[in-house]
């Protein structure tokens, strides 16, 4: 499994940003999904989770300005970022798992390479 996150950049505070995860190989196996971010100096924190059939989860810091979809036919998901603020700054991970993922990093297999948001102030 193969997974290809992209979509980061730099935004001003109060801005979007719409990030996306393409996973290729097998496919199946990324049943349960999530998003992950990891600031300088910082462990990685859970961001938000979606399961197969679209039930969703999120942190407290993002709940109601974050996203979390997925298109099972395009094999992807994505995460609408809004009101966006400097402490949002960070690597995003995206990370799957045929098996239940809860917010802990270790419960995800497979992990993409990162895509990069700077919120400026």
């Known amino acids: 499994v193969q997974l290809q996150a992209s979509g980061g950049g730099l935004v001003q505070a109060g801005g979007s940003l719409r990030l996306a995860c393409v996973v290729s190989?097998?496919?199946?196996?990324?049943?349960?999904m999530a998003w992950f971010r990891q600031a300088p100096g910082k462990e990685r924190e859970f961001v938000s989770r979606?399961?197969?059939?679209?039930?969703?989860d999120y942190s407290d810091s993002v709940k109601g300005r974050f996203s979390i979809s997925r298109d099972n036919a395009k094999n992807t998901v994505y995460l609408q970022m809004n009101s966006l603020k400097p402490e949002d700054t960070a690597v995003y991970y995206c990370?799957?798992?045929?098996?239940?993922?809860?917010?802990?990093?270790?419960?995800?297999?497979?992990w993409g390479q990162g895509t990069q948001v700077t919120v400026s102030s």
């Open positions: 990370a799957a798992v045929w098996d239940i993922g809860t917010i802990a990093a270790n419960s995800y297999n497979y």
């Open positions: 190989g097998r496919t199946f196996s990324a049943r349960n």
């Open positions: 979606i399961t197969w059939s679209g039930s969703t």
